[in-house]
């Protein structure tokens, strides 16, 4: 992924962090700075927290990205 559209993502990112959590800006870009270093972890955290236990997902967790590399 570019540097720009990475530091886009980041930013979108931790704007959206801020406005949804009510916090201050410093602590908004931290954490998207977090989630976006720990994709990999996010992404199988989201997908195990969203699906259930008695139906299998449609595709593995390894197979999912954050961002897109296209």
Do not use: C, G
């Amino acid at each position: 992924m570019k540097h720009t559209t990475r530091l886009s993502y980041l930013m979108q990112l931790s704007w959206e962090v801020q406005r949804k959590k009510h916090t201050t800006r410093r602590k908004a870009l931290l954490a998207a700075w977090a989630i976006t270093l720990n994709e990999d972890i996010t992404v199988y955290y989201l997908v195990k927290r969203h699906s259930s236990r008695n139906t299998p997902n449609k595709v593995e967790a390894k197979e999912l990205a954050l961002f897109s590399s296209h």
